[in-house]
């Protein structure tokens, strides 16, 4: 038999495997389920449970409740251990729980569900699991369908929401809207799926408290002194509020400090943005010499025939391309190299576009369909880096050898064919000119 100690994540179970390891203790991070959640622990052997507790401040006697691994058990060392996802449902059912924990005399675990039946394992005395949006395993019976819900104990949902039908293998819970938990044999089971539905937290803590209080088998007016069940009611919902007042102190410091980081990062981007206007107001003049030295370097380009701007575009227009391949020379003809100037893909058009069987457009063995779709593998970090700085004629430069060349993939073969090899190999106008490809 194996113990688990419940950690909140795998480095939290590494840091404790750690700590047990200095004490002498054998422990090793384990991923365990629990009613078929999973969690990780720290797992360490029976005989070092006492040497174990004691090396991470775990008072005895430690309560226990088996996991779904009839070899290991966890060790419930904190009234409410939670296995819930993170999400601000369960953070209000978590919440409402430790605000019931002493009165529940139990050590507690809550378990999300997801509308399925769970097997019914009888849990120790004074140990608790709850399970949130669950019905006990019926054996042989198909899962029910769940029905909908737009108000419970008299609190309105916004929406409705799921709940279970009821089983009758426990003792009901009944809410003035039907039957809303079944308790059996230390298990608590919430059929309402009050957790992954989009609930506020002032519905969950109400609904929630309400079955707490009635699990606890002290349902409103069952008590014979309305003295006695005034004062115990009145405090039950002190104390919820106070609870849920808690509760939403923690919610608005996590939003203030979302909206603190939030801040600090648009005052980074602000000043990044002023730097940047200053910088350009400071360095307009020779950026104009830049601009205008690039657009010389580009109608210079070896293959640049015309440059010209349309349509929030560059338009290159190229003489005729030569590719070699294989022993072979390819006339791909004249294209067009359409450049976004606010940022985008580029595309290519051949003036004389071939087609395949199928109708489809070929601009070239690797630019494609209608648009002048383009795959430049390797290249595309470079161009694209390029252009973002606006080193338009480097760009072109890289896209114009990318015309030149043929990457010999076998499913690019046939549009290769599509071009036929010329009898006399001619050279390209950047061969003569002594330019590089």
Not at 161 to 188: C, R, S, Y
Request: charged content about 20%; glycine content about 8%; hydrophobic content about 40%.
């Amino acid at each position: 038999m194996w113990y688990a100690i419940f950690c909140e994540d795998e480095k939290v179970a590494e840091r404790t495997a750690r700590q047990l390891g200095r004490a002498k203790v054998l422990a090793a991070p384990h991923q365990l389920t629990l009613g078929g959640a999973y969690f990780w622990s720290c797992i360490l052997p029976k005989a070092d449970r006492t040497k174990a507790l004691g090396a991470l401040g775990i008072e005895e006697p430690a309560r226990t409740t088996p996991t779904d691994d009839p070899h290991y058990e966890l060790v419930l060392d904190r009234p409410v251990i939670s296995l819930l996802p993170t999400l601000p449902t369960a953070s209000a059912a978590i919440a409402v729980v430790q605000a019931f924990a002493a009165d529940l005399g139990a050590r507690v675990v809550l378990i999300p569900g997801y509308g399925a039946p769970v097997p019914v394992m009888k849990s120790p005395g004074g140990t608790l699991r709850i399970h949130f949006y669950a019905l006990p395993a019926l054996p042989g019976v198909q899962p029910p369908t769940a029905q909908q819900m737009g108000m419970c104990f008299g609190v309105a949902l916004p929406g409705l929401v799921n709940v279970l039908p009821a089983t009758g293998l426990g003792t009901p819970i009944q809410a003035p809207e039907g039957i809303v938990a079944e308790a059996l044999e230390g298990n608590l089971f919430i059929l309402a799926d009050l957790i992954h539905a989009p609930l506020p937290s002032d519905a969950v803590f109400p609904i929630l408290g309400h079955i707490l209080e009635a699990f606890m088998g002290h349902p409103q007016g069952a008590e014979s002194d309305p003295r006695q069940a005034y004062i115990r009611i009145c405090t039950g919902r002190a104390r919820l509020r106070q609870a849920a007042l808690k509760h939403k102190i923690r919610e608005i410091d996590e939003e203030l400090a979302r909206a603190s980081k939030l801040l600090a990062l648009k005052s980074a981007e602000k000043e990044q943005v002023l730097q940047e206007l200053e910088a350009l107001k400071q360095h307009r003049g020779s950026a104009l010499e830049q601009y205008a030295r690039e657009y010389d370097k580009l109608i210079a380009s070896p293959h640049v025939k015309e440059v010209r701007i349309e349509g929030g575009m560059i338009r290159i227009k190229t003489d005729d391309i030569f590719l070699h391949y294989n022993h072979s020379t390819r006339h791909m003809g004249r294209y067009e190299i359409a450049i976004p100037i606010e940022g985008g893909n580029i595309s290519i058009f051949n003036e004389r576009p071939k087609r395949q069987p199928d109708g489809s457009i070929v601009h070239h063995p690797h630019v494609h369909g209608p648009h002048g779709g383009v795959c430049f593998g390797e290249l595309q970090e470079s161009i694209t880096r390029l252009i973002a700085s606006r080193h338009y004629a480097e760009a072109v430069q890289l896209v114009i050898g990318f015309l030149h060349q043929f990457k010999p993939i076998e499913h690019y073969l046939s549009y290769l064919e599509l071009w036929e090899p010329l009898r006399q190999p001619r050279p390209c106008s950047c061969e003569l000119k002594g330019g590089q490809r």
